[in-house]
Every structure is written in C-alpha cells, then in structure tokens.
C-alpha cells in the first residue's frame, strides 16, 4: 500500500516547472498594469486632468492618485479572503482579474478635464481604487506553493522567478509607450496615443486568467495546497497568531521596494520635469536597465542557493545603502549620470528584488502562510513603495536630491533591522 500511495502523491502533485510558469505569466500581467499606469501618470494624467497646474504640482496630484491603490490593496486582501473561504480561489481569481482588467481598461476611455471638468479626478481615483482592491484578490498562493514545492537545493532558484513578472511587464508597459511618444506628435499622444497601452493592459489581463485558472482550478492544484496546509485563513486569526510576522515581514523587503520606484517611475518625472532630456529617450536606458533587471534576479537566485536567501537581501540592501549615497550625485550628473543612475540602480534592484518575496514566510505558521504572505506584501507595497514617487519628487524639488539617499537609507535601515528582528523570532520559535 505505500507505493501506491507514493505514486497516488507524484501523480496528484503540480510541478515546480507548472507553477513557475503560471507564476510568471501572473505577475507579468499584473505588473504590465502597474508600469502602463506608472508611466502614465508622469507623461499623461498631469496635463489630462490638472491642465490648470504648473508641472510639479500636477505630477505630486498624480503621484497622489498613484498612492491610492497601495492603500486600497490591504482592504482588498481582506475582502478577496472571505470571498475565497466562502466561494473558492477560482471565483475569487476570477472577479479579481476581471476588476483589475476592467478597472484599466475603463481608464482607457477616461475624458480629460477639459471635457468633464474635476469629475475626470475622481473617475481616476475610483478607477485606481479597483485596481489596487483587484491586485490584492489576485493573490492565488502560486508563490507560496512553488517556494515549498521546489527542491531543497534550488529554493532560491525557485523564488526568484516570480519576480521576474516585474521586469517582463516593466519591458512591456514602455515599450508601448516609448512607440507612441516617439511616432506622435504631443497633441495626438495626448489624445489617443496614451490609451492604446491600457486596451493591451485588458487583453493581457485575459490571457494571464486563463493561465492561471487552468492550474487554479484543478484537483491538482487544491491537493497541492492541501497538503502544503496553505488555505486562506481569516485575517483576524492570521493577526491573532502571527501579526508579530506580518509586520516584521512588511518591513523586510523596504529597502528594495523604496529602490524600485526611485528607478523606475521617479526618474521619468524628474528628467522631464527638470531638464531637456526627452521622455522617449529616458525610456530607452530604462529599457535597457529592466535587461540588467532581468539578469540580477536570475543572479539573485544562484547566490540565494549558496549563500542564503536572508543573506543574499541583506547584502543587497547594504549595496543599496552604499548606492543611495552616490544617487543624488549621479541623477543630476547629466545624461551619463542619469543612465549610471538606471543601469547600477536596477542591477541592486534585482539582487534584492529576486529574492525579497516570501524571503520570511518560513516564520509564518503554515496554516496562515497562505494569507499571511498576501497581507504582508501588500503592507510592505504600501510602506515602501505606495507614497515613493510623490514622496521623493516632492522633497527632492523642494530641498534637493540628496533627499532621495535619506530615503533609500531609512528603507535600508528598515531591512537590516527587519532581518535580524527575524531571525529573533526564528531562534524562539
């Protein structure tokens, strides 16, 4: 009878290799829609909807709205559990993406200021609102499952290729846009030309459920899950018993997650904002630097392998503390700066980045890893990412952009502590 049931196990589990791939083509989609509205609300929703406002301070409205949906994903990670206790992960999978798909493509068709005056702003924020209820209900565990399902020897490996969502969808969302703005005029960008990423945002979003459902849906699947004990848990049961990890965990991955806005969405403004450099040829070198992205997240998870997974995202954020204190001089050291900027600022990035998902989930007990894992993410976004942007324009035009390496070090400071706070609670556990 044991063989048997060894065999039954084999044939009943779902492949590292399966999840991978559905983990990818996830966080691919949902990261495509967190750049196309990124970038956006640099180049468009500035001059869209606050036409009435000098640059800077319709850039820090926009950057406002962009907050909204980082302080709407914790909400929405309560919400999107009980409607999977209640009703399973295929529905909660599927009113997710289908709100996240619908609330991006509902931008696409959003009237300028000039047509429905302040009502334009509000539809936005509602409209954003959605997407960051829908990007927490988009949690489906595949993460959490490829992490424990892969081998003993290849944890790393494993853990970091979810997060090469992010470069994939970064490498998608401007590429669309560096198309638009280099083959229109302003006038037509601004009419149309903007819209078209957010249409692709819908189709992608489409594909990405029906990948993910095929897997979700199976027996396969749930038995997987089963037996990795990794069923939602209600929030007040994960708090009860493990908010001391949730908030540990939340600050962990700061130091990456406050890097990742100040290479990607921050930069764009401040070159448009304050010097001659076209928008399009800015996109280019970060282009080029969500290649360099790519290559330090893959890196990430050999050294992760060898080294350790906490190690590697504490060395990382040591890199990026030494980092933050050359930032101020080489964004505003010219175009050869600005681009050493984006290329050494995505490599440390990545390094972090491919490995700060689920880098302390072990500590959770395993029965709230599921949900533990989703609200943790979405606390550590909101910390350190959600209020980035708006943050580090506004101080840095204010005081300067020595203001940017007092914020990466305080994500810094925040990591390092966080780790060894961990490893505390490892040790007592």
Known sequence: MAPDEGKTERHESVSPGEIALAVVIGRTSEFFDFFVYGI?????????LFPGAEPLTATLYSFAIFALAFVARPVGSVLFTEIGRRHGRG??????????????????????HAQIGAAAIYLLAAFRIGQGLALAGAWDGLPSLLALSAPENKKGWYAMMPQLG??????????????????????DFLSWGWRYPFFAAFAINVVALFARLRLVVTKEYSD???????????????????????????FAPLACFALFHLVTIFPLSWVTLFTDRHAGEFLVIEIIGACVFIAAIVASGLLADRIGRRTVLG???VAIGVYSLFAPWLLGGGVGGETAFILVGFGLLGLAFGQSSGALSAIFQRRNRYTGSALTSDLAWLIGAGFAPLVALGFSAKFGLGFVALYLLSGV???LASLFFARQLATVD
């Open 40 to 48: 956006a609300s640099v180049l468009v929703f500035p001059k869209l």
């Open 166 to 187: 992010a470069p994939f969808g970064f490498l998608l969302a401007a590429g669309l846009f560096l198309f638009f703005v280099g083959v229109l005029s302003e006038a």
């Open 315 to 317: 060395s990382a954020a």
């Open 91 to 112: 529905v909660k999978l599927t009113i997710a993406l289908f709100l996240l798909g619908g609330s991006t493509a509902a931008i696409s068709f959003l009237p300028s």
């Open 413 to 415: 400071a925040c990591t």
């Open 224 to 250: 997987s899950l089963e037996s990795q004990e990794l069923d939602p848990t209600s929030v007040y049961e994960l708090l009860k018993v493990d908010g001391l990890t949730v908030l540990t965990g939340a």
